[in-house]
C-alpha cells in the first residue's frame, strides 16, 4: 500500500475520487494563513495516480469531484478550526 501526504486539496480529492482512502490528517503551521491541514492518503495506485495529475494528465467523474471536494473542505475546516 503506497501513501501519499499532501496539503494539495484537489490532489487529495483527485485520489480519493479513484480509490484511495484518507488515513490520517494532520494540522501544520503556515506562516501565511496561520494553520494548514495535511492528508495522508493511501492506496494501490496513489503514487501513479499522483504521477497523472502532476503531468496534467488525470481524468474523474467530475460530479463525484465537486462531492468529495465538499465533503473534504468540511473535514480540514472542522480538523482546523479544532486543533
Known amino acids: 500500500m ?8 484537489f490532489l487529495a480529492c483527485y485520489l ?12 501544520i503551521p503556515d506562516r501565511y494563513k496561520g494553520k494548514s491541514m495535511c492528508f495522508i492518503i493511501e492506496g494501490e495506485e496513489s503514487a501513479e495516480l499522483e504521477k497523472k495529475y502532476r503531468l ?11 462531492i468529495n471536494m465538499s465533503v473534504l473542505k468540511d473535514m480540514m475546516f472542522d480538523t482546523i478550526r479544532k486543533a
Open 2 to 9: 503506497q501513501r501519499i501526504k499532501t496539503s494539495d486539496l
Open 16 to 27: 480519493i475520487n479513484e480509490g484511495c482512502q484518507i488515513s490520517d490528517t494532520e494540522v
Open 56 to 66: 496534467g494528465r488525470a481524468v474523474t467523474n467530475v460530479s463525484r469531484f465537486k
